[in-house]
């Protein structure tokens, strides 16, 4: 039976002193561990402290509304993830491993192991690249959805770990991530960079939060998952054409080893418990070469990043958005006729995530192409869990189209988003029957940090119904949608994610 984490901490004090597992890697003196904070404790000892320290009772009325929204579109976006090879595939082979029947492959009535379930769950939640910004859904949700299924615990239970994961995740993303200031600062990515992949470990301290482990656990689940870390290889993803299934980041694999690395230390198997902190440790043998353990944890408790993620209104690489509202705005507000266009010009962010836009082979290229997406925008053709389909894929109305469209970077960008990092700038100019109509849009509809930008309760659902549609019947995906704003009261989420079971 574990401890108690409360009774521990305060019997305590200090996380070195939470040593209490046999053979526990003792924290090194503080002398020799170099926290990378002269200001306070070690990044992985504040980070370990604040999932073990924070209950669900103390999480804020509008944080657990926004959990729930998220949960609602993540979801969604699974439930959806079959309709492409990328979720079909691995979930499909989750299956065949198996495993001890106790958390659900979201979409089918077949239960495996919770690694298992989690690796299947985050491959179909991040197929169609329609899951929320920054991209922690795939890779925080379906650990904790596997433990929480798995282990029978409460709607509080996974709120709580789902906060905690999401904050945590955000704050490790916040301290070490270089894309955007590289995109702007040289119009490429970094060489060597991941996409939140490193909040496995957010993920594993978020299960062990949930699960109510003490600090000592809690510490060596953080090491483990920072241990299991995947490299760094969305450059070397977004530099191949055609572009594959794996994607920027290997989500899966990432789900999987939170789930393992929280389970394992669980049984008292332990690691590195100041794993972020130390001359030798993450940040260094990974490669983060400006990492800065300060925005790691700063804000923890009183600012919560999970109030203003990004939702998507298009199920396509985010820095296509503000080019495509833009595209939709005048095809709608001018009722354009895709007969009668001629010539569209976009500018907007930069974007180098695929070499090769108009060689559209693949769901995943489709994602990251300008010409693609814009093609379907101007056609007046829905951006959502259908528009990767192979008819659509191929149907030679679209190529044509596409042939019609030029890109370019909006001269404005770095000015614009050094006055407010919310900035997304782009314009469209589209040409057709001898007339232009010219839209800018300043940042990229469903930010989060923009109110009025931001999806509301109702769109969020509409977009979440139309996602589940794919695969249940509408009023199953009503009552799974009910089950989610009312979370918080259940006693446990087996009936939740019974609703998530299909035929």
Same mark, same amino acid.
């Given at each position: 039976?574990?401890?108690?984490?409360?009774?521990?901490?305060?019997?305590?004090?200090?996380?070195?002193?939470?040593?209490?597992?046999?053979?526990?890697?003792?924290?090194?003196?503080?002398?020799?561990?170099?926290?990378?904070?002269?200001?306070?404790? !070690?990044?992985?000892?504040?980070?370990?402290?604040?999932?073990?320290? =924070?209950?669900?009772?103390?999480? !804020?009325?509008?944080?657990?509304?926004?959990?729930?929204?998220?949960?609602?579109?993540? =979801?969604?976006?699974?439930? &959806?993830? *079959?309709?492409?090879?990328?979720?079909?595939?691995?979930?499909?082979?989750?299956?065949?491993?198996?495993?001890?029947?106790?958390?659900?492959?979201?979409?089918?009535?077949?239960?495996?192991?919770?690694?298992?379930?989690?690796?299947?769950?985050?491959?179909?939640?991040?197929?169609?690249?329609?899951?929320?910004?920054?991209?922690? !859904?795939?890779?925080?949700?379906?650990?904790?959805?596997?433990?929480?299924?798995?282990?029978? %615990?409460?709607?509080?239970?996974?709120?709580?770990?789902?906060?905690?994961?999401?904050?945590?995740?955000?704050?490790?993303?916040?301290?070490?991530?270089?894309?955007?200031?590289?995109?702007?600062?040289?119009?490429?990515?970094? /060489?060597?960079?991941?996409?939140?992949?490193?909040?496995?470990?957010?993920?594993?301290?978020?299960?062990?939060? #949930?699960?109510?482990?003490?600090?000592? #656990?809690?510490?060596?689940?953080?090491?483990?998952?920072?241990?299991?870390?995947?490299?760094?290889?969305?450059?070397? *993803?977004?530099?191949?054409?055609?572009?594959?299934?794996?994607?920027?980041?290997?989500?899966?694999?990432?789900?999987?080893?939170?789930?393992?690395?929280?389970?394992?230390?669980?049984?008292?198997?332990?690691?590195?418990?100041?794993?972020?902190?130390?001359? &030798?440790?993450?940040?260094?043998?990974?490669? *983060?070469?400006?990492?800065?353990?300060?925005?790691?944890?700063?804000?923890?408790?009183?600012?919560?990043?999970?109030?203003?993620?990004?939702?998507?209104?298009?199920?396509?690489?985010?820095?296509?958005?503000?080019? %495509?509202?833009?595209?939709?705005?005048?095809?709608?507000?001018?009722?354009?006729?895709?007969?009668?266009?001629?010539?569209?010009?976009?500018?907007?962010?930069?974007?180098?995530?695929?070499?090769?836009?108009?060689?559209?082979?693949?769901?995943?290229?489709?994602?990251?192409?300008?010409?693609?997406?814009?093609?379907?925008?101007?056609?007046?053709?829905?951006?959502?869990?259908?528009?990767?389909?192979?008819? %659509?894929?191929?149907?030679?109305?679209?190529?044509?189209? #596409?042939?019609?469209? /030029?890109?370019?970077?909006?001269?404005?960008?770095?000015?614009?988003?050094?006055?407010?990092?919310?900035?997304?700038?782009?314009?469209?100019?589209?040409?057709?029957?001898?007339?232009?109509?010219?839209?800018?849009?300043?940042?990229?509809?469903?930010?989060?940090?923009?109110? /009025? +930008?931001?999806?509301?309760?109702?769109?969020?659902?509409?977009?979440?119904?139309?996602?589940?549609?794919?695969?249940?019947?509408?009023?199953?995906? &009503?009552?799974?949608?009910?089950?989610? *704003?009312?979370?918080?009261?259940?006693?446990?989420?087996?009936? =939740?994610?019974?609703? +998530?079971?299909?035929?």
């Amino acid at each position: 039976m574990d401890v108690d984490r409360r009774s521990i901490l305060a019997a305590a004090g200090a996380l070195p002193a939470l040593t209490t597992l046999p053979g526990t890697l003792q924290a090194q003196p503080a002398d020799t561990a170099q926290p990378s904070d002269p200001a306070g404790p !070690p990044a992985s000892e504040r980070l370990v402290r604040f999932a073990t320290d =924070l209950c669900y009772e103390a999480i !804020p009325a509008d944080v657990v509304h926004a959990a729930k929204r998220l949960l609602l579109d993540s =979801l969604g976006c699974a439930l &959806a993830g *079959w309709e492409l090879p990328k979720g079909r595939l691995a979930a499909g082979l989750m299956q065949q491993l198996g495993g001890e029947p106790k958390a659900l492959v979201i979409g089918t009535r077949r239960r495996v192991s919770a690694t298992n379930a989690a690796f299947a769950n985050a491959e179909l939640m991040n197929a169609l690249d329609f899951d929320a910004i920054p991209h922690l !859904p795939p890779v925080t949700i379906p650990a904790v959805l596997a433990v929480a299924e798995a282990e029978g %615990l409460s709607g509080r239970q996974l709120i709580l770990g789902l906060v905690i994961a999401y904050e945590i995740g955000a704050r490790l993303s916040r301290a070490s991530s270089q894309m955007q200031a590289a995109l702007l600062e040289t119009n490429t990515t970094p /060489e060597i960079f991941g996409i939140n992949d490193e909040a496995i470990m957010a993920s594993a301290m978020g299960i062990c939060a #949930m699960q109510g482990r003490h600090a000592g #656990m809690t510490a060596h689940a953080l090491g483990l998952a920072g241990y299991y870390c995947p490299p760094q290889s969305s450059h070397d *993803w977004e530099t191949g054409s055609p572009k594959s299934n794996v994607k920027y980041t290997p989500v899966g694999w990432v789900a999987q080893g939170a789930v393992t690395a929280a389970m394992l230390a669980g049984t008292g198997f332990t690691a590195n418990p100041i794993v972020l902190d130390g001359p &030798a440790g993450f940040p260094k043998f990974y490669g *983060w070469p400006k990492w800065q353990a300060a925005r790691a944890v700063e804000g923890l408790g009183r600012e919560w990043r999970i109030l203003n993620p990004d939702f998507k209104p298009y199920a396509a690489c985010r820095y296509i958005h503000s080019r %495509l509202d833009c595209v939709v705005a005048l095809v709608r507000e001018h009722g354009i006729e895709p007969s009668r266009i001629e010539r569209i010009v976009s500018l907007g962010p930069p974007f180098v995530a695929n070499p090769n836009q108009h060689d559209v082979r693949t769901a995943e290229d489709a994602q990251f192409s300008i010409p693609y997406m814009l093609a379907l925008a101007a056609m007046d053709i829905p951006i959502d869990a259908r528009c990767q389909r192979p008819e %659509l894929l191929n149907d030679p109305r679209v190529r044509a189209m #596409m042939a019609k469209i /030029e890109w370019g970077t909006h001269p404005r960008t770095t000015e614009t988003k050094r006055a407010d990092p919310r900035s997304f700038i782009a314009s469209a100019d589209i040409f057709a029957g001898g007339a232009r109509y010219a839209h800018e849009a300043w940042a990229a509809s469903g930010a989060g940090a923009v109110p /009025e +930008l931001r999806l509301g309760d109702d769109a969020l659902q509409r977009k979440f119904l139309d996602c589940a549609s794919t695969r249940l019947p509408a009023d199953q995906a &009503a009552r799974l949608a009910q089950a989610i *704003w009312s979370l918080d009261e259940a006693r446990s989420i087996g009936p =939740l994610m019974a609703l +998530l079971e299909t035929g």
